[in-house]
């Protein structure tokens, strides 16, 4: 069944509220704000995360931003790059860790996966090893 079209024609939309976060001189996102925005996919993201107290990737892309210096949390970095994700590893009690790699001063760390992060990107990123020809598939399962 068709729907009717409107005889005054299209309604107007209404005003939407704005999500923004307030971010300091070097874009780090202040504390009170609650939420960052992700440099890979432009998200915002809450700071609030199951499964870790100090969140600092993105659930949808995995990216990162380079903050933490030597302790998670600690947020004394000065680089602020962008931190890709390359691959997954875990800890003996089956934790995932995500391993990123800063792409201004190639520095690495690992970041504990998050609840909310998204399952089919780890997957993917698990899963990659296996579809890379240059790997023998054999090696990797005798161990």
Not at 91 to 97: A, V
Not at 109 to 118: L, V
Request: with cysteine; aromatic share 2%.
């Amino acid at each position: 069944m068709p729907r009717k079209r409107n005889p005054r024609g299209p309604r107007p939309q209404r005003r939407k509220p704005a999500y923004r976060t307030s971010t300091g001189a070097d874009g780090a996102p202040h504390a009170a704000s609650g939420a960052f925005r992700c440099l890979g996919c432009g998200l915002d993201v809450p700071l609030a995360a199951p499964g870790t107290a100090h969140r600092n990737h993105c659930p949808h892309c995995l990216t990162s931003r380079h903050v933490d210096l030597r302790i998670p949390g600690d947020r004394r970095s000065a680089c602020k790059g962008r931190m890709e994700a390359l691959s997954l590893t875990a800890r003996p009690d089956g934790e995932w860790l995500v391993i990123h790699q800063c792409r201004t001063c190639g520095a690495l760390s690992a970041n504990r996966a998050a609840g909310d992060d998204n399952a089919l990107a780890l997957l993917r990123m698990a899963l990659r090893p296996l579809a890379d020809p240059r790997v023998p598939v054999r090696a990797m399962i005798d161990h």
